[in-house]
């Protein structure tokens, strides 16, 4: 018998919290919803039905599930006290802003089997789900090299709200390129595994009023061979653009997510197709995030959301890239 789910906490109220508030409210219409946010904040919580200013009273609503959607530099502290008192948690991307400590929490939540993860939703991406599918089915034979790559203007993100104050500006909220950009890692990671060692360069290239990276550049290695994969990840492309390349000894895939094409070129026709893969609503991707999270807190499995030790993965691959970055060298990446 699936758990009821008739408390749900959210953990802030910025922009991407709002959006879960929304979507619990339409999913669970019956459930209680509750909020955490700091004192003094002038966020409305709408479709709430409690509001909390401090976590002891936030955790004494004792919901059956929680959604962290506050900066980087507050998940770990916020989603430790959420595990000690056995409550599944789904944090929002990045998992962290530093690996310190992430072991330790991940270690508690496996042996007491509770639901923990990291909320990337490009993997709910239905034209990120397609390739995954093609790989899987050896659709273009062995891969031998990818490219991906996201850029758009940092003051467009959010019109109307100051870019120097928003979470991906700051390093004091763990912002910066190579986290508040990390999709592409996760979904290169879900495709392609686990990779051996990177280099990285990268900083602040452009003129941003920001204390963080603007640009990096990632180049992969999974072993002595084949493949080898670079990520862009940049705030200053004034053209949105999300888009990859995946080259296999058989063929060749080519996915545009702004537009939607995704080009499949198979060297036994020699010719390409073309399919439009893209969500009909923006917001169904973080629909079926939580679906998919809800799915294991009812003592189900989520069948597409990483785990909170991939999401540690991505992190250990993102401080090895900083080190990179500072030493000017290829760094192996430690996943111990």
């Known amino acids: 018998m699936s758990k009821p789910l008739e408390r749900v906490l959210v953990v802030s109220l910025g922009s991407i919290g709002r959006r879960h508030l929304r979507n619990l409210r339409s999913l669970l219409p019956e459930a209680e ?40 530099t507050e998940h770990l502290a916020v989603t430790r006290a959420l595990v000690e008192q056995a409550i599944p948690v789904l944090v929002e991307k990045p998992f962290a802003d530093r690996l310190e400590g992430l072991a330790g929490l991940v270690a ?4 007491k089997g509770l639901p923990l993860f990291v909320a990337y ?14 790989l899987a089915d050896n659709g273009i034979g062995r891969v031998l090299s990818a490219r991906a790559e ?45 990779p051996a060692r990177v280099f990285a360069a990268g900083g602040r290239l452009g003129e941003l009023e920001i204390d963080v990276e603007d640009t990096v550049s990632l180049t992969l290695r999974y072993g002595d061979v084949a493949p080898i994969v670079n990520i862009h990840l940049d705030f200053l492309q ?10 296999g000894a058989e063929g060749t895939i080519a996915g545009n997510m702004i537009t939607g094409e995704l080009d499949l ?16 609503d ?15 807190v009812r003592g189900g499995r989520a069948a597409v959301l990483p785990a909170g030790r991939q999401g540690m993965d991505v992190i250990c691959l993102v401080e090895a890239a900083r080190q990179s970055m500072a030493e000017r060298r290829e760094v192996e990446i430690d996943y111990d």
């Open 33 to 72: 919803l509750a909020v955490l946010r700091r004192p003094g904040s002038a966020a409305t919580a709408e479709g709430a039905n409690h509001v909390f200013q401090d976590l002891p009273s936030a955790l004494a609503f004792r919901p059956d599930a929680a959604i962290v959607a506050s900066p980087a």
């Open 238 to 247: 004034r053209a949105v653009t999300r888009q990859f390349r995946i080259v």
């Open 265 to 280: 070129y198979l060297a036994g026709a020699g010719s390409w197709t073309r399919e439009i893969l893209r969500p009909a």
């Open 121 to 134: 939703n490009l993997r709910f991406h239905p034209m990120v789900q397609r390739v995954r599918a093609i």
């Open 108 to 111: 508690e939540a496996e042996a």
């Open 150 to 194: 996201v850029g758009q203007y940092l003051p467009d993100w959010r019109p109307g709200q100051p870019y120097q104050q928003g979470v991906s500006a700051r390093r004091d909220l763990g912002g910066g390129a190579l986290l508040e950009l990390s999709h592409e890692i996760d979904y290169i990671y879900w495709l392609l595994g686990r």
């Open 282 to 296: 923006p917001n169904q991707l973080y629909l079926d995030e939580v679906s998919d999270f809800f799915s294991a």
